[in-house]
């Protein structure tokens, strides 16, 4: 159960890479929260994978999904917001998945093991804050990509940044 949760968290950070990769260069904002959730990711498989061992196991990171198979076909600026609308979409599904997988794994062990029990809790919460900036993010670029007139340039793709952080 625990291998599961930890190859999901594996799936997810690779799915955050992609949806950066989709980010134009120069929006900063946008970058800097995405790569903040990759290492908050990385940090949530970290303590899984500490997890297993520390119950006995050894932690096997394995991507079971290597790719986001995204290829809209629309040109040019529409084109380049629809693909990292695709890739931001495929990522709000990603965190839905991995959330619900959580849930499930928590009821299976709430009773035998409080410890694991409280980690898959605090990452329930973590992964439900970054799902939130994510679908954001996704409505943002949604209703840019219905309003954009492929005569102008792009205009910015900005992800909200939580408060208290700079925005660039």
């Known amino acids: 159960m625990l291998q599961d949760r930890l190859a999901t968290l594996v799936d997810l950070d690779l799915a955050l890479k ?19 959730q990759a290492a908050t990711i990385s940090a949530l498989a970290n303590k899984i994978a500490e997890r297993i061992a520390t119950l006995g196991g050894l932690p096997e990171a394995i991507s ?11 040109r040019g600026v529409r084109r380049k917001r629809a693909v990292a609308l695709d890739r931001f979409s495929e990522l709000d599904r990603r965190y839905h998945l991995a959330i619900a997988g959580h849930e499930s794994a928590l009821k299976e062990v709430s009773v035998v093991d409080s410890t694991t029990a409280q980690l898959l ?13 994510i679908r954001r993010h996704v409505d ?10 492929p005569a102008q340039g792009p205009d910015s793709q900005e992800l909200a940044v939580p408060a208290g952080r700079r925005q660039s």
């Open 18 to 36: 992609h949806a950066r990769w989709s980010v134009r260069p120069g929006v900063f904002a946008t970058l800097e929260v995405v790569d903040q």
């Open 64 to 74: 079971r999904r290597s790719s986001l198979n995204v290829k809209p076909a629309r």
């Open 121 to 133: 809790k605090e990452q329930i919460r973590s992964l439900g804050e970054q799902q939130s900036l």
């Open 140 to 149: 943002s670029v949604s209703n840019k990509l219905a309003s954009v007139d």
